[in-house]
């Protein structure tokens, strides 16, 4: 009766049923926060940096009217430094028929963590590019995370 109960204490203290810490602080299973980002978390990583971090849309005179960075063929934008093709994101985009229309978009370079801003109108009819910014990776991996 001992070693039986032994045993299952032992087998008790081994298997552990609760998920990894991680789990249970993020709610994402380690596999989750290891894959590369998706397109919503690019995304609100690049309406917080606009935003939030540089303030791009307040910084409108610092713009040009192209941006060498970005290179179209066939009218598809690539990077200029690797000619790969860069993810569009429209960050605003108000209605047609409003007076003042602003719509506002960030090409997405995946490979180099760089991104290109662009605001066209509002009352001064601006088309104007800022860039390139490079997009900080704030979340930090798995391994990264446990010492």
Not at 39 to 44: L, N, Q, V
Not at 50 to 69: I, Q, T, Y
Request: proline residues 10%.
């Amino acid at each position: 009766m001992r070693k039986c109960a032994a045993l299952l204490a032992l087998l008790a203290a081994s298997c552990d049923p609760r998920p990894p810490d991680v789990t249970l602080r993020t709610g994402m299973t380690p596999e989750e926060i290891n894959e590369p980002p998706s397109s919503h978390r690019i995304k609100a990583a690049l309406l917080n940096d606009v935003r939030n971090a540089r303030m791009l849309h307040l910084r409108l005179s610092e713009g040009r009217k192209d941006c060498p960075g970005i290179v179209y063929e066939e009218n598809v934008p690539l990077c200029a430094a690797d000619r790969k093709p860069l993810e569009y994101y429209v960050l605003r985009s108000d209605p047609l028929d409003k007076p003042y229309r602003v719509d506002e978009a960030a090409y997405y370079c995946r490979e180099e963590s760089v991104y290109f801003y662009r605001y066209v109108g509002g009352p001064k009819r601006l088309d104007v590019w800022l860039g390139p910014y490079r997009l900080e990776r704030r979340w930090p991996r798995l391994e990264e995370e446990e010492h």
